[in-house]
T-cell receptor, first 114, second 115 residues
Framework: AQKITQTQPGMFVQEKEAVTLDCTYD???????LFWYKQPSSGEMIFLIY??????QNATEGRYSLNFQKARKSANLVISASQLGDSAMYFC???????????FGSGTKLNVKP | ETGVTQTPRHLVMGMTNKKSLKCEQH?????MYWYKQSAKKPLELMFV???????ENNSVPSRFSPECPNSSHLFLHLHTLQPEDSALYLC??????????????FGEGSRLTVL
């Protein structure tokens, strides 16, 4: 079974609107971390936000928030007030208790329209 | 300086060439990684070094040979590659201890084309 599933290969959003990128995960470890990365066309992977499995509150970082639903094993990324510079690939990732196990999803390509 | 630096950014090589990719991290991290990113495929973990010892090798062909001389430097030596090895090779580092989230910090990647 896939560890990280991103079911949206591509998404469009109007500038200044909010968008949700979906991510579900699969693990039997009680301790794990969830991450979102942004990859612009330049290639660099940019860390956006982190959610620990024991964190009670949803993580937020500026315009990024992570909608963490532990029972459903989902960790959706919400980008508020989209900007043209948000157009990129977005990857959801998970790290299990064994720090060497770091899994990535297949990514979602977000296009922000002016 | 950026946290993780990769050189070269672009590399074109023939199947009989020998070349190396270099990665340097300035973050004081204790683990370094090589990932391969091909078109329309998830990131593939190739090698993990923790405290300069290789702890993960996901059945990567022997034509890829990693080297980690110290905690700040990581190399990927390439020889007799195949055209299907053309991809973006990403280096990353992290601080692997229970007190940190352990997020990966990536370099900008080395775009490899094998002719």
């Amino acid at each position: 079974a896939q560890k990280i599933t991103q079911t949206q290969p591509g998404m469009f959003v109007q500038e200044k609107e909010a968008v949700t990128l979906d991510c579900t995960y699969d693990t039997s470890d009680p301790s794990y971390g969830l991450f979102w990365y942004k990859q612009p066309s330049s290639g660099e992977m940019i860390f956006l936000i982190y959610q620990g499995s024991y964190d009670q509150q949803n993580a937020t970082e500026g315009r990024y928030s992570l909608n963490f639903q532990k029972a459903r094993k989902s960790a959706n990324l919400v980008i508020s007030a989209s900007q043209l510079g948000d157009s990129a690939m977005y990857f959801c990732a998970m790290r299990e208790r064994d720090f060497n196990k770091f899994y990535f999803g297949s990514g979602t390509k977000l296009n922000v329209k002016p | 300086e950026t946290g993780v630096t990769q050189t070269p950014r672009h590399l074109v090589m023939g199947m009989t060439n020998k070349k190396s990719l270099k990665c340097e991290q300035h973050l004081g991290h204790n683990a370094m990684y090589w990932y391969k990113q091909s078109a329309k495929k998830p990131l593939e973990l190739m090698f993990v070094y923790s405290l300069e010892e290789r702890v993960e090798n996901n059945s990567v062909p022997s034509r890829f040979s990693p080297e980690c001389p110290n905690s700040s430097h990581l190399f990927l030596h390439l020889h007799t590659l195949q055209p299907e090895d053309s991809a973006l090779y990403l280096c990353a580092s992290s601080q692997d201890d229970r007190g940190s989230a352990g997020e990966l910090f990536f370099g900008e990647g080395s775009r490899l084309t094998v002719l």
